[in-house]
């Protein structure tokens, strides 16, 4: 038989003798309640039973191993309220919040295992119908120990009290004097996380007390589902401050404040429950989600708790106001009991195992007690304190990134397994995943942005190459005539000609074949490849014109009309003005190869094609003309040195 829970001790001392050390691990005490007359109308079989005070077994319905499970104390469906009272070892806590310690009791458990029975009792029957002195909880029965305590104590105690609830994600004040309305939840040094505007009721007697809890209970948010007639939809918090003025003490710094002192806090959460199983719908399963959502919080922050390294680094209690209220009592200071409620039925067995298996891990954390804070102490403001701490939880919070990030793939297998014990961690993992993401995104957009900028770079470039080459093509020649290139002098009469086809009539005076659309019959020496739209290298006439070719007349199919000297004199001056160019990129390069580019790298390639074939235009155009035997070895030709850049 395989068993699971807290190492051997007697339960009953463990629990009366409270903090002992610096660690003091959470008590737990598991109650199972009798089958309701519900379940035993369906028939249903009990899967749980308790052997001794300690150990609960737990028989699979279908037969197989039974598991055994082992807490503070285990006490079966014949327990009295009295007995389960006496079995918790509340009055220590009592007696620990005199002496100023921070103590928590708190019910844990399905919907409708009895969580708010064991607390306060079974619901009124009805309007001003008090319930039976034997039913009554955990609660009622430790207020009447305390008063009675405070009484014979001999000294003046200060007793107040304050009741929220936890209704989805929103703090309300159940004691308020008007409707209940959202209070924010803060934090300080001195105090922890705490509710600001929190109404603390002081009170002088039990019946007063019970007043206060009476009205709040008939305030809490409860409605009826299919596994319970009276179930809560709320997380409930009564506190009890318990403050004895030593000539020391020091006085609360405004109304809200709570009195130094200890304080003894009951938590009534409200039951986990499977949307399908209760029949959950609209208003209710939004509720249903968000104390789902809650209490995976809770468990998620007992997990990391039992993580010795999580533990001094970081817990998650912002993750929740749940968690955020009961930081203190988990990992903190306080001194904390659980009660852990099951129901016996065998169709109820996973929600049970959830349970015990969520109170096997709770009885596991371990706490460190602190009494009383030196007086004289004046606390930080809060503002000022809440603003330090949250920026030195952010820092920590940011360095807790950057490592996991760069130890990547040692942590990576331990994250993956750690994220798959619960969903909770899936959700984290999904975090640091965006977050890992988002990083990769800026890094493609910075690039993207480079790329576009050098596309830009590049589109001017060619913008101002052609429109280099229009102007010297179109621009009349004034002044000195250029150079001719056959002759290295003057050309002024012999280019002054009127253009005649070049196969035929070369410049009379330099030799130099003439380009060939100054010819009529330019077709009779164009290269065979231009003219066969499939040879390699084609390039169309009538749709690849240099563009410093003469614009075609309107309407007409003809070639365009003949140049005029101005032309075809500019030729050689615009290839020896680009000879002498040099093209400084004024962007970095770009990576080559088109696939890696994130964004518009086609659209930058095309354009650092462009310059080079309007440069190997030109040079062809040249070399055409050049086709021709030439006058001298020693004559340059036009198209030499422009070689693509
Ligand atoms: N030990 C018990 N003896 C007799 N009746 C019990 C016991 N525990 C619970 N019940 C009854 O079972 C029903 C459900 O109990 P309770 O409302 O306390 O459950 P709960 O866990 O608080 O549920 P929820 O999370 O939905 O609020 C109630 O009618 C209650 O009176």
Same mark, same amino acid.
């Given at each position: 038989?395989?068993?699971?829970g807290s ?26 309640r009798p ?22 077994q737990v028989?699979?319905p279908?037969g ?19 007995d ?19 103590c ?8 409708g ?25 955990i609660m009622?029965?430790?207020?009447? /120990? ?13 007793l107040?009290?304050?009741y ?5 994600e ?5 004691l ?10 803060? /934090?300080?040094?001195a ?23 009476q ?12 596994? =319970? ?13 318990v ?8 006085p609360p ?5 709570s ?5 003894l ?23 249903? =989600?968000?104390?789902n ?13 039992l ?5 001094q680094?970081?817990? +998650? ?10 930081a ?9 009991l659980?009660?852990?409620?099951v129901?016996p039925?065998?169709?109820?067995? +996973? ?10 891990r ?7 007690p ?23 939880? =952010?820092?920590?919070?940011?360095s ?40 990769e995104?800026?890094?493609?957009q910075?690039s993207?942005?480079?790329a576009r ?13 052609e429109?280099?080459l ?13 150079m ?12 002054a000609?009127?253009p ?11 030799r130099?074949?003439?380009?060939? /659309? ?16 499939d040879?390699?290298?084609?390039i169309?006439l009538?749709?690849?014109l240099p563009?410093?070719?003469?614009p075609?007349s ?13 032309? /075809? ?53 040249? =070399? ?6 030439? +006058? ?5 030709? +036009? ?7």
């Amino acid at each position: 038989m395989e068993e699971r829970g807290s190492p051997d001790g007697d339960p009953a001392r463990s629990l009366e003798q409270g903090p002992e050390g610096p660690e003091t691990p959470i008590q737990v005490v598991l109650r199972v309640r009798p089958m309701s007359t519900a379940e035993l109308r369906r028939g249903e079989q009990s899967a749980l039973h308790c052997s001794g005070t300690r150990t609960l077994q737990v028989s699979p319905p279908g037969g197989g191993p039974d598991v055994a499970f082992r807490f503070g104390a285990v006490l079966d469906g014949a327990r009295t309220q009295e007995d389960v009272f006496r079995a918790c070892g509340v009055k220590r806590l009592g007696e620990l919040a005199l002496r100023g310690f921070s103590c928590t009791v708190f019910t844990f458990g399905q919907t409708g295992s009895g969580k708010t029975y064991t607390l306060t009792g079974p619901p009124p029957q009805g309007e001003g119908v008090s319930v039976p002195p034997s039913l009554v909880g955990i609660m009622q029965r430790t207020f009447a /120990w305390l008063l009675d305590r405070v009484q014979h104590l001999g000294v003046p105690v200060t007793l107040r009290a304050s009741y929220l609830e936890i209704y989805n994600e929103q703090v309300r004040d159940l004691l308020s004097r008007g409707s209940p309305r959202p209070l924010p939840v803060r /934090w300080n040094k001195a105090r922890g996380f705490y509710v600001e505007q929190l109404r603390m009721v002081e009170f002088a007697s039990l019946e007063a007390l019970m007043e206060l809890l009476q009205m709040g209970l008939s305030r809490r948010r409860s409605s009826s589902h299919t596994l =319970n007639q009276a179930s809560s939809r709320s997380h409930a918090l009564f506190t009890l401050y318990v403050s004895r003025p030593t000539p020391q003490q020091v006085p609360p710094v405004d109304a809200g404040e709570s009195p130094v002192g200890g304080k003894l806090c009951f938590v009534d959460l409200a039951g986990s429950e499977k949307v399908a199983t209760t029949g959950s719908r609209g208003q209710l399963m939004l509720e249903a =989600n968000s104390i789902n959502r809650s209490l995976l919080a809770l468990g998620h922050c007992i997990s990391l708790l039992l993580d010795p390294q999580r533990r001094q680094s970081h817990i +998650p209690f912002r993750d929740s106001k749940l968690t955020k209220l009961l930081a203190d009592s988990l990992g903190g200071r306080g001194v904390t009991l659980m009660v852990a409620c099951v129901s016996p039925s065998a169709q109820c067995l +996973p929600e049970t195992l959830s349970t015990l298996r969520y109170a096997s891990r709770a009885q596991r954390v371990t706490t460190r007690p602190q009494g009383p804070k030196s007086p004289g102490v004046k606390p930080p403001q809060p503002a000022e304190a809440e603003l330090l701490q949250l920026k030195e939880e =952010n820092r920590h919070l940011r360095s807790q990134l950057d490592q996991i990030q760069t130890k990547a793939p040692g942590i990576h297998g331990a994250r993956v397994a750690w994220a798959q014990q619960n969903l909770y961690g899936m959700l984290q993992e999904f975090m640091l995943e965006n977050e890992r993401l988002r990083k990769e995104m800026r890094q493609l957009q910075s690039s993207r942005d480079l790329a576009r900028a050098e596309q830009h770079v590049l589109a001017q470039q060619v913008h101002e190459l052609e429109r280099h080459l229009l102007s010297a093509c179109s621009r009349p020649q004034q002044g000195s005539a250029p150079m001719c290139p056959g002759l290295m002098g003057p050309a002024a009469s012999c280019h002054a000609l009127p253009p005649l086809c070049s196969c035929c009539h070369p410049c009379p005076l330099c030799r130099v074949s003439l380009a060939h /659309w100054a010819c009529p019959r330019r077709e009779c020496h164009v290269p065979q490849q231009v003219l066969e739209p499939d040879a390699p290298g084609h390039i169309s006439l009538s749709s690849r014109l240099p563009p410093w070719a003469p614009p075609p007349s309107p309407g007409s199919s003809k070639p365009p009309r003949e140049r005029s000297h101005s032309d /075809w004199t500019q030729t050689p001056v615009l290839a020896e003005m680009l000879i002498g160019e040099e093209m400084v990129p004024s962007a970095p390069p770009l990576p080559t190869g088109s696939l890696n580019m994130p964004m518009g790298g086609s659209g930058i390639l095309n354009l650092t094609e462009r310059p080079e074939a309007l440069t190997c235009q030109i040079n062809s155009s040249l =070399n055409l003309s050049h086709s021709q035997p030439q +006058p001298s070895e020693s004559v340059k030709s +036009p198209g030499q040195g422009l070689a693509p850049h």
